[in-house]
C-alpha cells in the first residue's frame, strides 16, 4: 500500500488549509483513509478518517466543526478541509490508512495497524 499526501503551508489564524491524500487500489477495502498529527514535543494524534467505501467519518473533539473530511472513491483519495486554524493546529500532519477503529482508540502503539504516508507541515501563525 502506498501513500501519497499534499498539501499543507503557512496561514494564519482563522485561515484554511486542504490536504490531500491518495492511496494505491491495493487498500483493503474497508480500510479508512485520514490523519495524524504530531507537534514537537507532543505524542501523535488521531485527527480525522474517513472509510472510502461507505463514507463513515471520525473526527477528533479538537477539530470538530472545523475540519471537513471528504473523499473521492474513484480516485482512492481523502481531503481533509482546515477551517478557522488555530495556532494549536500546527503540527506535521501525517497520511494514514486502516481500520476506523483504529482511529477511535488510537495510542501510539498501535502505530503498525496503519500504512503510513509522508508528513506535511502545517503552520498556524500570525
Known amino acids: 500500500v502506498q501513500l501519497q499526501a499534499s498539501g499543507g503551508g503557512l496561514v494564519q489564524p482563522g485561515g484554511s488549509l486542504k490536504l490531500s491524500c491518495r492511496v494505491s487500489?491495493?487498500?483493503?477495502?474497508?480500510?479508512?483513509i485520514g490523519w495524524f498529527r504530531q507537534a514537537p514535543g507532543k505524542q501523535r494524534e488521531a485527527v480525522s478518517a474517513i472509510m472510502l467505501s461507505d463514507g463513515r467519518t471520525y473526527y477528533s473533539d479538537s477539530v470538530k466543526g472545523r475540519f471537513t473530511i471528504s473523499r473521492d472513491v474513484a480516485e482512492y483519495t481523502a481531503y481533509l478541509q482546515m477551517d478557522n486554524l488555530e495556532q494549536e493546529d500546527s503540527a506535521t500532519y501525517y497520511c494514514?490508512?486502516?481500520?476506523?477503529?483504529?482511529?477511535?482508540?488510537?495510542?501510539?502503539?498501535?502505530?503498525?495497524?496503519?500504512?503510513w504516508g509522508q508528513g506535511t507541515q502545517v503552520t498556524v501563525s500570525s
Open positions: 494514514a490508512t486502516g481500520f476506523l477503529a483504529a482511529w477511535h482508540n488510537y495510542t501510539p502503539e498501535r502505530d503498525n495497524e496503519f500504512y
Open positions: 487500489k491495493t487498500i483493503i477495502t474497508h480500510y479508512a
